[in-house]
């Protein structure tokens, strides 16, 4: 019964997103009990009680652009532009472009490069957030970026992660910058 419901809401998401979910699906005929564990992750990536949406899309975009180079982060882009992300925010992310960033979108910027690269700068950046938004915002962003990388990464373990994909704002394509210049 649960397999029935799970296989429905796959086939939605899929659709929905223009996602493939053959990870899933294996996940789900191979290993039910691991399928529903792993989808309990689904409330934590979408987790957002104090950080507001820009910083929390930044910081899942950095995570998914880090661990994929295409789909999971197109899966997060179109989530962003649904959520009602700008394409100007989601562009600034994407090409490391601070400047065009505004505060909210640069400081979830600032905190997931500073997490992912280890930097000492991670300190400095996590009182900013919760200066802004209390320890909330810090939670809220840590689940943002890890469990963004978390999905390409499972998709990679088990073998599924093969293609490749230019990213895409809406219908624009754009030029995505891994690290810094």
Excluded at 33 to 47: I, Q
Excluded at 83 to 108: E, F, K, W
Excluded at 140 to 166: E, H, S, W
Aim: charged share 25%.
């Amino acid at each position: 019964m649960f397999r029935f419901f799970a296989d429905r809401w796959l086939k939605r998401f899929s659709n929905h997103y223009d996602y493939d979910v053959s990870y899933m699906r294996h996940m789900l005929e191979v290993s039910p009990s691991a399928f529903f564990k792993f989808s309990k992750l689904n409330g934590a990536a979408a987790h957002r009680e104090a950080a507001p949406r820009d910083a929390s899309f930044a910081a899942s975009l950095v995570g998914a652009v880090a661990e994929d180079c295409g789909p999971c982060a197109q899966l997060v882009v179109n989530m962003a532009r649904e959520a009602g992300m700008g394409r100007d925010q989601i562009g600034a992310v994407l090409t490391r472009n601070v400047s065009a960033m505004n505060g909210d979108t640069a400081l979830g910027f600032r905190f997931a490069e500073a997490v992912i690269g280890r930097s000492p700068e991670a300190d400095e950046v996590r009182e900013a957030i919760r200066a802004q938004w209390g320890e909330k915002g810090v939670i809220d962003l840590t689940l943002n970026l890890q469990i963004g990388r978390l999905y390409p990464m499972v998709k990679a373990g088990l073998g599924y992660a093969k293609t490749c994909q230019r990213l895409k704002i809406d219908e624009t394509p754009v030029e995505v910058v891994k690290e810094a210049a």
